[in-house]
């Protein structure tokens, strides 16, 4: 088993919620065809996703990733690490909230992966750093299928919210196209007019 196969059996026996193999597919279709020099990732976990990305970024493209939790990215550095991948991925340690707002960019693709019922505040901070023809890919917006149905008497009401809200906010936005494609627990994909 390769390196990275070998980091994602891990993260599934530790139920991280990495990104699933045919969102993978996806986003990889999208980053080949568009070569992005400078990514962020909202939601590094061990930097699975990260590390599947950075493939297809340009030469001198690198990815900036955000992770609050200290043992994941912990985790993560040492996967870059490993890999070699120190130069291509820079993780940020700390909540996106307060770090989103340091930051200047600009973005050729941001990958918001983290809180889900932060994703208007996620989706804000992305417009703000968007390149032009710039790319917004969110994963999990229908959020195993709570986001489309009435029932949200649990504890993903927040969640739920913050998606309805975010998927709103996409389909207002005149300056953005918007797909949503069901792939793993949904994904949006919003690209500057
Ligand atoms: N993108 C990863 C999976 C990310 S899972 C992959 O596909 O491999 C979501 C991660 O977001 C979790 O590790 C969680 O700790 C982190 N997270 C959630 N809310 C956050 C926030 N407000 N700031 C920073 N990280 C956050
Ligand atoms: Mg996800």
Do not use: C, W
Request: charged content about 30%; hydrophobic content about 40%.
């Amino acid at each position: 088993m390769n390196s990275i196969d070998k980091i994602k059996k891990k993260a599934l026996e530790e139920h991280i919620p990495i990104i699933m193999d045919d969102t993978l597919e996806v986003v990889g279709k999208i980053l080949e065809d568009n070569r992005p020099n400078k990514m962020l990732e909202i939601g590094t976990a061990v930097g699975y996703s990260a590390i599947r990305f950075s493939r297809y970024l340009n030469d001198n493209g690198f990815i900036d990733t955000i992770e609050r939790d200290k043992e994941r990215v912990e985790e993560a550095r040492q996967n870059i690490k490993d890999l070699n991948l120190e130069e291509k991925i820079h993780i940020y340690e700390g909540d996106a909230l307060e770090i989103l707002p340091t930051l200047i960019g600009p973005y050729d693709v941001v990958f918001i992966d983290a809180a889900k019922g932060k994703y208007p505040i996620f989706l804000s901070e992305a417009l703000r750093m968007l390149n032009n023809n710039g790319i917004i890919i969110a994963d999990n917006v229908l959020y195993k299928g709570y986001v489309m149905s009435d029932y949200n008497k649990h504890k993903q009401r927040t969640a739920v919210r913050g998606l309805r809200e975010f998927l709103k906010n996409l389909n207002e936005n005149e300056n953005l196209t918007t797909e949503i494609i069901e792939v793993g627990d949904g994904l949006a994909i919003s690209r500057k007019k």
